[in-house]
C-alpha cells in the first residue's frame, strides 16, 4: 500500500501500512478457496494491491487488518453493521441467545416477536416469511407473486442487482454493446451457466423512463406475475427514482393487476425505520429485506399483502428451510430493529452521511473536479462524470470515469477510511458513526480530512475517463 498519509493522521490511527500478513493469508486462501475467496464481489477489495485486505476485528465504526492496520469503515459488509461493530446491546441479545440454544429446527419464540416488530415497523408488511440470505428471500418473493397471479414472468430494471441465483440475475451489468437499445433493453444473463428459459422470463425496462417501462409493461401485461426494483439503486451508485415515478409505476402495476415489489435488502430499515417504503411514501404489493435487518447476522425476509402471502401460509405456494427464522439469527435482528427504532438513531446516521456528502461536494467543487453525489445520508455514492448531473439510469453509469473512482478510493484507503472498491456501490453510515461524542466527532473530522486531501489528489491527477 502506498504511504502518502499526513502525520498526524497516520498518528491518529496508528496505520503500519504494511499489509504481508494479508498477502500471506490470500496465498493460503488461493490453495483451498475457489480464486481465493468466498463471494465475487471480493475479488478485488483493496484497489493498488494484487490480493484482499484479510479484516481481523472491527470495534463501533472501526476496522483492523491482519497486520493491525486501522480503518474507520464505511463498507459496513455492504450496509449489514448498521449498528457498528460489536455492538454491546445487539452482543449481549445473541449471548443470551446462545447459553438457551442456537438452532430448533422447529417454531420459536423470538421469530414471533422479530416478526411483530417488523409489522410494526413497515408499511405494507402484513404477512411475513423469514430465510438466510437476500438472494433466498428474492428467490421467496417471486415464487409468492408467480403463485398468487398465475403468471410467469417478472419485469426488472437494467442494471438493478436482485442476488446471484438465477432466478433474477439477469441484466446486471450488461455490457453497452450487448445491452441493445435503450427502450427496449435486452435479457441478458449475469453469468454462464443460466438456462435460457429463465433469461427469457425476465423481460428488462430501463430505469426512470416512464415513456418506454408504460409500452414494455403493456407489451407483456397478460404474463407478467410483478415489478421488481430497487427503490435506491444500490448497484447503481446509489440512482434514485425520480420525482413521481414510483407513484406512477404503482398506478401502472394497480391497472394491469400486476404486483410491485420492492427489493428493500439495501434500503430496508436504513433509509427509515419502514425503509424506503415510508420514506417514499409508497407502498408495494411485496418487500424483501436482508442486511441491516440482521445487523451483520445472516437473516433475510420477504413480506407483503396478506392476500398476496396466504398462498404462501396454506402451503399451496411452498417455501422452507432448515435456518429459516433460526432464534440466534432472530435474536441478533430483534435487537437490532428495536434500537434503530428508538428515536433520534437514524436521524444521527443521516447527520453523519451529509456532512461527509456536503464535504464531498465542496471539496469537489474547490478543486475543479466533476462529480456528482446521490443517495441519501444513510447511503450513497459519489459518480465523477463529466457534467456533474445525477445518474438517471444503468447506462449513465457506464460513462463514469472509473479510473478517477479508483484513485479517489485508494486515497482515501491510505488515509484510514475504508469504502467499498466498486464505484457502482454505496458509502454506508452506522450508528456508531454518528454517536453525539468525542469519538463520532473524531470519525467525521478525520474523514472529511482524509475526502478533502483524496480530491485534491484527484484533481491532480489530470486523468480523462
Known amino acids: 500500500m502506498k504511504v502518502s498519509a499526513p502525520a498526524e493522521l497516520n498518528e491518529q490511527l496508528g496505520l503500519t501500512h504494511s499489509t504481508d500478513a494479508s498477502r500471506n493469508w490470500f496465498a ?112 421467496g418473493a417471486i415464487r409468492a407473486a408467480r403463485g398468487f397471479t398465475g403468471r410467469s ?68 401485461r397478460a404474463d407478467l406475475a410483478a415489478v421488481i426494483l430497487e427503490p435506491v439503486v444500490a448497484n447503481n451508485a446509489c440512482t434514485m427514482p425520480e420525482a413521481g415515478f414510483l407513484e406512477w409505476l404503482r398506478q401502472e402495476c394497480d391497472r394491469n393487476g400486476i404486483l410491485l415489489i420492492y427489493d428493500e435488502i439495501v434500503t430496508g430499515f436504513r433509509m427509515a425505520r419502514g425503509g424506503a417504503a415510508e ?69 444521527a446516521i443521516h447527520r453523519h452521511g451529509e456532512a461527509i456528502i456536503d464535504t464531498i461536494r465542496r471539496s469537489a467543487s474547490h478543486y475543479g473536479v466533476p462529480c456528482c453525489v446521490q443517495g441519501t445520508g444513510a447511503m450513497f455514492q459519489v459518480v465523477f462524470n463529466a457534467d456533474g448531473r445525477p445518474l438517471r439510469h444503468y447506462r449513465d453509469l457506464l460513462k463514469a470515469d472509473a479510473r478517477r473512482y479508483a484513485i479517489f478510493r485508494q486515497a482515501l484507503l491510505e488515509r484510514g477510511v475504508h469504502i467499498n472498491n466498486s464505484g457502482s456501490a454505496c458509502w454506508f453510515v452506522s450508528a456508531a458513526h454518528g454517536r453525539d461524542d468525542a469519538a463520532g466527532a473524531a470519525d467525521l473530522h478525520h474523514t472529511c480530512a482524509a475526502v478533502e486531501q483524496a480530491m485534491k489528489i484527484c484533481a491532480d491527477s489530470q486523468v480523462v475517463g
Open 279 to 347: 420514506y417514499f411514501g409508497v407502498t408495494p404489493d411485496l418487500l424483501i429485506w436482508s442486511k441491516a435487518l440482521g445487523g451483520g447476522f445472516p437473516i433475510s425476509a420477504f413480506a407483503g399483502r396478506r392476500d398476496v402471502m396466504l398462498p404462501v401460509a396454506a402451503n399451496t405456494v411452498k417455501h422452507g428451510g432448515t435456518y429459516n427464522g433460526n432464534p440466534l439469527c432472530a435474536a441478533a435482528a430483534l435487537a437490532t430493529l428495536r434500537y434503530i427504532n428508538t428515536p433520534g438513531v437514524l436521524e
Open 28 to 139: 493460503r486462501a488461493s490453495a483451498v478457496l475457489a480464486g481465493g475467496i468466498s463471494s465475487s464481489a471480493r475479488s478485488n477489495t483493496t484497489g493498488d494491491l494484487p490480493y484482499p485486505l484479510y479484516i481481523a476485528r472491527g470495534d463501533g465504526s472501526h476496522i483492523w487488518d491482519a497486520d493491525g492496520n486501522e480503518f474507520i469503515d464505511y463498507l459496513l459488509s455492504y450496509g449489514s453493521v448498521i449498528l457498528g461493530h460489536r455492538d454491546p446491546g445487539l452482543t449481549a441479545a445473541v449471548t443470551s441467545q446462545l447459553a438457551a440454544g442456537t438452532m430448533f429446527g422447529t417454531c420459536n419464540t423470538v421469530e414471533v416477536e422479530l416478526a411483530e416488530q417488523i409489522t410494526h415497523m413497515v408499511p405494507g408488511a402484513e404477512l411475513v416469511r423469514f430465510s438466510n440470505s437476500g438472494s433466498e428471500a428474492i428467490c
Open 153 to 220: 414472468k417478472i419485469l426488472k430494471f437494467e442494471g438493478h442487482y436482485h442476488g446471484w441465483v438465477d432466478v433474477l440475475a439477469i441484466s446486471n451489468r450488461p455490457a453497452e454493446a450487448d445491452a441493445g437499445p435503450l427502450d427496449h433493453p435486452r435479457s441478458q444473463p449475469h453469468s454462464r451457466g443460466i438456462p435460457e428459459g429463465i433469461v427469457h422470463d425476465v423481460i428488462i425496462a430501463p430505469w426512470n423512463h416512464r415513456p418506454e417501462v408504460g409500452r414494455i409493461l403493456q407489451e407483456h
